[in-house]
């Protein structure tokens, strides 16, 4: 029988308490004791340390000394500095991605995305929909090609998809954002660098500041 070595151990802690985190099974203020986070994943208590750890470096968790681990706040405040930054970099890498004059191939993923987004509105299914537009956001940046970028923006995808997980339900079906998606498709299906780059900074813009609003206006968990 295989064992997972004690690294491999240390990364599967990591992958699950990081995905509970982004899909707001543990949200912000989520307190827990390391002991029973260790029960809890079948695990010993080194590798859930050594993922908290790490967790605690990407800003997603608090290590409080005899009390455990708790889940960090999300503030508009740090939306607004992740989305700044989202903001620059995103549209120009869509922009560079365009000027590839990628093929129906290479959209195939960022189509079954869109399409994904779609049928879960028609489902209702909100938490569908919001894995979709994190995946089409993901597979565009790797698809742009740009290995260092990915990896640095994927840490901000972590907090931003968690603060769309929480405040999701506090706002209005994401019909606009799936149709801008769309768009983005179209113009990067033409190869138009300037209106890729356009409709994603306008994209960008809309969501950051409708997500923004609702976490300086709604009383969030924050403890």
């Not at 195939?108 to 028609?122: G, K, V």
């Not at 506090?170 to 033409?190: C, D, G, N, Q, Y």
Request: hydrophobic share 40%.
């Amino acid at each position: 029988m295989h064992v997972l070595s004690g690294k491999s151990r240390a990364d599967e802690a990591y992958s699950r308490l990081k995905s509970d985190i982004r899909e707001n099974r543990m949200p912000p203020g989520y307190l827990e004791p390391e002991p029973e986070l260790a029960t809890r994943l079948g695990m010993s208590r080194t590798p859930v340390h050594e993922a908290l750890i790490r967790l605690q470096a990407e800003g997603m968790v608090e290590l409080v000394p005899r009390r455990g681990a708790r889940v960090l706040p999300i503030s508009a405040e740090d939306m607004r500095e992740i989305y700044g930054i989202l903001k620059a970099l995103e549209p120009e890498a869509a922009a560079r991605l365009a000027a590839q004059n990628p093929d129906e191939r290479a959209l195939a993923p960022l189509d079954a995305a869109n399409d994904a987004m779609t049928a879960a509105l028609e489902d209702g299914d909100l938490d569908a929909w919001a894995a979709a537009d994190d995946r089409f956001h993901q597979t565009l940046l790797r698809l742009h090609g740009n290995r260092r970028l990915a990896q640095f923006v994927s840490s901000l995808f972590d907090q931003s998809h968690r603060a769309r997980m929480v405040t999701l339900r506090l706002r209005e079906p994401p019909i606009i954002s799936t149709a801008e998606h769309r768009v983005i498709l179209e113009f990067l299906r033409r190869g138009d660098v300037d209106g890729t780059r356009d409709a994603f900074r306008r994209h960008r813009e809309r969501t950051s500041s409708e997500l923004i609003a609702i976490l300086e206006n709604y009383r969030l968990p924050q403890l």
